[in-house]
């Protein structure tokens, strides 16, 4: 049974930083592009990062350059999302994914995590 479970999510002021992780089993993890999509309320689910499965792309929505740091390490089935200089604006739940493809879309995504909360206040 493959799992994805996000963890690190929680409430911080604007500026702040969290860390979220997302720890997968059931999976050949290395196999698997990884992403981190986010959800707001009444927006659709969007990509905000996304790693390839050896690290050496990396790729970021427009709106989270130079703020967000994806990274993943392989020995450990874990992908991670380093946010920093948080807006109230990405305030959403976060989700994890795993793909087979580098161009991940909500539709080609193979695995989802459950989700994290992340409230950033003004």
């Known amino acids: 049974q493959v799992q994805l479970v996000e963890s690190g999510g929680g409430l911080v002021q604007a500026g702040g930083s969290l860390r979220l992780s997302c720890v997968a089993s059931?999976?050949?993890?290395?196999?698997?592009?990884m992403g981190w999509f986010r959800q707001a309320p009444g927006k659709e689910r969007d990509l905000v990062a996304k790693i390839s499965r050896r690290s050496d792309r990396i790729d970021y929505t427009d709106s989270v350059k130079g703020r967000f740091a994806i990274s993943r390490d392989n020995a450990k089935n874990t992908v991670y999302l380093q946010m920093n200089s948080l807006k109230p604006e990405d305030t959403a739940i976060y989700y994890c994914?795993?793909?087979?493809?580098?161009?991940?879309?909500?539709?080609?995504?193979?695995?989802w995590g459950q989700g994290t909360q992340v409230t950033v206040s003004s």
């Open positions: 059931g999976v050949t993890f290395s196999t698997y592009y």
């Open positions: 994914a795993a793909t087979r493809s580098w161009t991940i879309s909500r539709a080609n995504v193979d695995y």
